[in-house]
C-alpha cells in the first residue's frame, strides 16, 4: 500500500534545515580529526597511496603549533588542489565502488576537514606516470574552512602539507589535548603501525630537536624487509624470537610474524594486526590470537604479534568506521579459523625452543642481585660478604658457607668425566649432590651434551636439573617441564579418542561446597572424557573412583577441588575445547613431577630428550618459561672473563 501523506495547506516553518558547509565541516573533523595523531594519519595514508617512497613528518608542540607532512609521491596538478579540499572529492574510487577498495583512504573527507578546523597549506607538483616531473608546483591555502585560490609555489617533486595551529576555530577542543610530548607519542604509535605495514618505505618522524622515528625503507624481499622493519619498530628481541606465519584459505592470506610465548607482555599493545595493509583494532582478531596462545600464555599476559591479513576486497567491510581502524568480514569464522590455525601450527613447529629473552632476563636478575645484595658468602663469616681483595681476581681454595654449617666444595674438570659436585661436612647432609650414592644421582652412559638441551650433570634441591650444553649450560624446572609433557600427552590421547582411566581400589570422598559439588557434577561427562570418573555423594562431597592413568599417584583431594574452583573462573563463557584444555592444564600440573622430588640420571635425561621431541615444551601451561640455558660467553661475563 502505497503511504499517502496529507499535506497543510498552510505552510509550516520547518523544523529541520541544512547546515552550512563549514559547520559540517568541523562536525567531520570531530568524527576523522579527534587529535593531532588522527591528522598525521589521514595525510601519512595520502602519502602511502600517492606513491611515496620517503615520508617526513614533523610536529612541534605536539602537533599543536605545526604538523608537516612532506612525500616523494606523485603529487597533484592546480586543479587537483581545488578538488582535494572539498568534501567527498578522491581519487581512490575510480568506478564508484565501495566492494573493492584498494587504498587506504577513500571517504575524501579529511583534507576539508582539518582544513576547517585549522589553518592548512598544501603545496604539490605533479609526476605523469612516465616519471616526468610538472613544469609548474602549486600551493592551495585553507583557513578555517575558507580556501584561497591556488597559486604558483615552488617544490621539487611530491607534497607537501602543513597544518598550523590545528583546532584553533574550535578552540574547546583543544581542552581535551594531553601534554605535547604524550600527543607526540600518539604520533609516534601511528607512524610506526603504518611503517610495519609498508617496509618499502622510509619514515621519518620529529619534533625539531629529536626524531625518534627514522626508518629507512628496508631492502631484499618482502618476508626479509618486513621482519627487518618489525625488528626495528617492536625491538630486536622481537626479530631474534619471532617465528614466521604463511597460511592460505579460501582465497584469505595470512603473513606475518609471532612471538614465542616465553617473550610476551603485560598488555597488548605489542600486538599489531593489518588487513590489507590498514591496520586495525579488531575484536575478533585479537579473540582469534588469544585464542591460539591460551595453552601458552597466562591469562593476565599478551603475546607479541604482527600479523597482515590480506583478504578478497569483497569478502571485508572497510567502510565501517570514519577512521578505518575497523572492519567487518563476510565470514568471521573463517578468519578467525586461519588466525588460530596458522599461529598454533607455527608454535607446535618450534618445538621445546624458549626465547632467549629468558636468558637475558635471568642474567639481569642475577646481575642486579650481585650489585644489590651482599654477594656470595665465601671466604667469609657465615652470612657474611665478600672480602675485599687488592688486585682483582677471585678467592680460592676457600669453603661455601651456608650460614648452618661450612661445606667443602668439590670439582672434577671436564676432561676427567665431567662430574661435580657438593661433598658435603658430616654436620651437613643436606644439600644435593650429583654424586651422591643415596640419591641415585650418577652419570653413566654415553656423552649427550650434543643434545639441544644437552647432558644432565645435577640435580638442585630436589627441583632444578642442571644440564651441559656443546656451549654453555641449561637450567631445567622439573615440575614446569614435566607438566608441558603431561598436558601434551593428555591432549594427544584425548585427540586420538580418549585418556585411559586407572581404578581406584578405594574410591576418594571429597568433601566440597554444595555449589562446587553440582558444577562438578554438571561436567562429569567432560571429566570422563579426560580419565576422570566422579559423581555426587550426597549434598557436600563428590566421590572419584577413576583418575587419568598417566598422573599417576595425584593428590585427588587437592585436585578436585582445584577443578572446581578452576569451573567457577572459566564458566560458561569458554567453548567445549577451551574448557577441556584448561581442566587438563589442571590435571596436568598434579599429575607432573613436583618439586622436591630427587631424580637419578637416567630420569634427568630421559626428561631432556622428551622436551626436545614434545612441542611447546619451553614454557608451563601457566606461560612461564620451563628452562633457562647460559651460554657460556654470558657465563664468563658474569665473572668478569669478557
Same mark, same amino acid.
Given at each position: ?14 523544523? *529541520? ?29 595520502? %602519502? ?36 582535494? &579540499? ?22 575524501? $573527507? ?16 605533479? #609526476? ?30 611530491? /607534497?607537501?602539507? $602543513? ?80 617465528? @614466521? ?16 610465548? #616465553? ?48 583478504? @578478497?576486497?569483497? %569478502?571485508?567491510?572497510?567502510? +565501517? ?36 629473552? =629468558? ?79 643415596? %640419591?641415585?644421582? /650418577?652419570?653413566?652412559? @654415553? ?26 649450560? =641449561?637450567? +631445567? ?35 566440597? $561446597?554444595?555449589?562446587?559439588? #553440582? ?6 561427562? $567432560? ?15 563428590? &566421590? ?18 582445584? *577443578? ?7 564458566? /560458561? ?19 607432573? =613431577? ?49
Amino acid at each position: 500500500m502505497a503511504l499517502e501523506r496529507e499535506w497543510s495547506e498552510t505552510p509550516a516553518t520547518p523544523r *529541520l534545515r541544512r547546515l552550512p558547509e563549514g559547520l559540517v565541516n568541523r562536525i567531520a573533523a570531530g568524527e576523522v580529526i579527534e587529535r593531532p595523531a588522527s591528522a598525521v594519519k589521514e595525510l601519512v595514508e595520502n %602519502a602511502i597511496d600517492a606513491g611515496a617512497s620517503r615520508i617526513d613528518i614533523l610536529m612541534r608542540e605536539g602537533g599543536r603549533v605545526l604538523i608537516s607532512v612532506t612525500d616523494d609521491g606523485h603529487g597533484m596538478s592546480g586543479d587537483d588542489l581545488v578538488l582535494a &579540499v572539498e568534501r567527498h572529492a578522491t581519487s581512490k574510487l575510480p568506478d564508484d565502488d565501495l566492494w573493492h577498495i584498494r587504498t587506504l583512504g577513500f571517504r575524501g $573527507e579529511a583534507l576539508p576537514s582539518i582544513g576547517s578546523v585549522s589553518r592548512m597549506t598544501i603545496t604539490s607538483r605533479q #609526476t605523469s606516470e612516465d616519471g616526468v616531473i610538472a613544469d609548474e608546483a602549486w600551493e592551495i591555502a585553507v583557513e578555517g574552512g575558507i580556501v584561497k585560490a591556488p597559486t604558483p609555489a615552488a617544490i621539487n617533486h611530491g /607534497t607537501r602539507v $602543513e597544518i598550523r595551529d590545528l583546532f584553533f576555530a574550535t578552540p574547546a577542543r583543544l581542552k581535551f589535548l594531553k601534554t605535547p610530548r604524550t600527543e607526540f607519542n600518539h604520533a609516534v604509535e601511528v607512524v610506526e603501525r603504518l611503517a610495519m605495514a609498508h617496509p618499502d618505505i622510509g619514515f621519518t618522524l620529529g619534533d625539531g630537536n629529536r626524531t625518534p622515528v627514522r626508518l629507512g625503507a628496508a631492502q631484499g624481499d618482502l618476508l626479509d624487509a618486513r621482519l627487518a622493519r618489525l625488528g626495528s619498530v617492536m625491538g630486536r628481541e622481537f626479530e631474534d624470537n619471532a617465528l @614466521p606465519i604463511d597460511a592460505e584459505r579460501e582465497g584469505f592470506h595470512l603473513g606475518g610474524y609471532i612471538g614465542l610465548p #616465553t617473550m610476551n607482555r603485560r598488555t597488548s599493545s605489542h600486538q599489531f594486526l593489518f588487513v590489507n595493509g590498514r591496520p586495525v583494532r579488531d575484536k575478533l582478531l585479537y579473540g582469534a590470537v588469544r585464542g591460539a596462545y591460551s595453552d601458552f600464555v597466562a591469562h593476565d599476559r599478551h603475546a607479541m604479534v604482527a600479523l597482515f591479513l590480506e583478504a @578478497p576486497e569483497e %569478502a571485508v567491510d572497510v567502510n +565501517v568506521h570514519p577512521a578505518k581502524t575497523e572492519v567487518r568480514f563476510r565470514e568471521p569464522g573463517l578468519v578467525r579459523g586461519l588466525i588460530v590455525g596458522a599461529l598454533k601450527h607455527a608454535l607446535a613447529e618450534a618445538g621445546h625452543r624458549a626465547s632467549n629473552t =629468558v636468558s637475558t632476563d635471568a642474567l639481569g636478575a642475577l646481575g642486579r642481585s650481585i650489585a644489590d645484595g651482599p654477594g656470595l658468602p665465601m671466604g667469609g663469616r657465615p652470612g657474611g660478604a665478600w672480602p675485599s681483595y687488592q688486585g682483582g681476581g677471585y678467592p680460592t681454595g676457600g669453603r661455601i658457607s651456608s650460614g648452618l654449617s661450612e661445606t667443602n666444595f668439590a670439582y672434577q674438570a671436564p676432561e676427567a668425566g665431567a662430574r661435580f659436585g657438593y661433598e658435603a661436612a658430616p654436620q651437613a647432609r643436606t644439600v644435593d649432590a650429583y654424586d651422591d650414592p643415596s %640419591a641415585g644421582e /650418577t652419570m653413566p652412559g @654415553p656423552d649427550q651434551t650434543s643434545h639441544p638441551l644437552g647432558a644432565a650433570r645435577a640435580q638442585l634441591h630436589a627441583t632444578y636439573v642442571v644440564a651441559q650444553t656443546e656451549d654453555g649450560i =641449561v637450567i +631445567v624446572d622439573q615440575h614446569a617441564a614435566h607438566e608441558r609433557l603431561v598436558y601434551e600427552r593428555m591432549k594427544k590421547a584425548l585427540a586420538e579418542g580418549g585418556i585411559k582411566r586407572q581404578l581406584l581400589l578405594i574410591p576418594e570422598v571429597v568433601e566440597l $561446597e554444595e555449589g562446587a559439588v #553440582t558444577r562438578l557434577a554438571e561436567r562429569a561427562a $567432560e571429566f570422563e572424557a579426560l580419565g576422570l570418573v566422579l559423581e555426587a555423594f550426597g549434598p557436600g562431597a563428590v &566421590v572419584v573412583r577413576e583418575v587419568p592413568a598417566m598422573i599417576g599417584e595425584a593428590d585427588v583431594q587437592g585436585l578436585v577441588r582445584d *577443578l572446581a574452583e578452576d569451573l567457577v573462573e572459566i564458566g /560458561t563463557a569458554l567453548a567445549l575445547e577451551d574448557k577441556l584444555g584448561h581442566i587438563c592444564g589442571t590435571l596436568a600440573c598434579h599429575g607432573s =613431577v613436583r618439586a622436591g622430588r630427587r631424580l637419578n640420571g637416567e630420569e634427568m635425561n630421559a626428561l631432556l630428550r622428551e622436551m626436545e621431541a614434545t612441542p611447546h615444551s619451553g614454557q608451563c601451561n601457566h606461560g612461564r618459561p620451563t628452562y633457562v640455558e647460559l651460554k657460556l660467553s654470558d657465563i664468563e661475563r658474569l665473572f668478569g672473563r669478557r
